[in-house]
Each structure stands twice: as C-alpha cells, then as structure tokens.
C-alpha cells in the first residue's frame, strides 16, 4: 500500500471483504468505527484503516458468530486495548531514552 490515506469505493471493498455492499452500508448505521467520506457526487470512500476495521467486524459477526451488539462491544473493548498499549509503547519509549542518557 502507498504513503498516505488510500481510499476504496463501496465496491471494492464489498469485493474485498466477501459481502455485499449493502451489508457496508448497514454496518455503518451499526458501527460508529466506520468512517467514510463522500465524493460531490455522494458516493461513499472508505480509508484504509475503515478497511481494516471492516475485516474485523466481519470476522466477529460471521466467524465468531457473535451478535451486533457483541460485536460493537468486542470492537471497542479491543481499540481501548490498543490505546493502552499505544500509550505504555511511548512510556517505555520516553524511559528508554531517559535511560539511555
């Protein structure tokens, strides 16, 4: 993948995932994770990490067969997980150039 926020039509991500586009278009009356944007023409871009985060819902609903509410509360329990841990990487990180000092 390129430098930069790369963008995806409803269409190729519905492809990609394995569902149809409709599906995407549920998800994010479902998920406020979803991010898109909208072209002057109204149709729907989804970042990269949208994509991402798309794989994983997936994953929860149809493999792990848990519901939409379970799902949204896997979902955000995990992205809390990845925030703590992004948070105690840079407080290791400050400690080690302290250290290093």
């Known amino acids: 993948m390129s ?4 963008y995806y039509k409803i269409g190729q991500v519905a ?6 586009p ?3 278009r549920f998800w ?8 898109t944007i ?10 990269s990490d949208t994509v ?11 493999d792990q067969g848990l519901t939409i509410e379970g799902a949204r509360k896997k979902l955000r ?3 809390n997980w990845i925030k703590k841990m992004e948070f105690i990487k840079e407080e290791l ?7 290093n000092k």
């Open 3 to 6: 430098k930069g926020r790369r």
């Open 15 to 20: 492809k990609k995932i394995g569902v149809e």
């Open 22 to 24: 409709y599906v995407l």
């Open 28 to 35: 994010e009356t479902q998920f406020p994770q979803i991010k």
């Open 38 to 47: 909208r072209t002057k023409g109204g149709q729907r871009l989804y970042p």
């Open 52 to 62: 991402k985060t798309l794989e994983i819902i997936k994953h929860l609903l149809y």
């Open 77 to 79: 329990d995990t992205q």
């Open 93 to 99: 990180l400050q400690i080690k150039e302290l250290l």
